[in-house]
Nanobody, 123 residues
Framework: QVQLVESGGGLVQAGGSLRLSCAAS????????MGWWRQAPGKQRELVAY???????TYADSMKGRFTISRDSAKNTVYLQMNSLKSEDTADYYC?????????????????WGQGTQVTVSS
């Protein structure tokens, strides 16, 4: 089992920046894929970005160039730096550990999601 605790969400004006953090604990030695997903009201959950244990990154097309995912392996923490935020970035952002990823598709077991952190971008 892996426990994930997210932080860093909040309210920001359009064009602003936020940095989300996700600290992992538990069976972390088995983590190969860790990333962020988001879910806006009335929409399906979608991939934002993920990072592998050898620091390869994958981003959703709409986030490329604005968002950066990184990790601190010593702290077992993954970060999401979000710049040039838009109102359409408003969503609940979830950290998760995936069992497998291929391209922009990942399989995340039900128990491997964080509780989510809300990001609201005002226009």
């Amino acid at each position: 089992q892996v426990q994930l605790v997210e932080s860093g969400g909040g309210l920001v004006q359009a064009g602003g920046s936020l940095r989300l953090s996700c600290a992992a604990s538990g069976s972390i030695s088995s983590i190969n894929f860790m990333g962020w997903w988001r879910q806006a009201p009335g929409k399906q959950r979608e991939l934002v970005a993920y990072i592998t244990n050898d620091d390869r990154t994958t981003y959703a097309d709409s986030m490329k160039g604005r968002f950066t995912i990184s990790r601190d392996s010593a702290k077992n923490t993954v970060y999401l730096q979000m710049n040039s935020l838009k109102s359409e970035d408003t969503a609940d952002y979830y950290c998760a550990v995936a069992s497998f990823c291929s391209g922009s598709w990942c399989y995340v077991p039900d128990d491997f999601w964080g509780q989510g952190t809300q990001v609201t971008v005002s226009s």
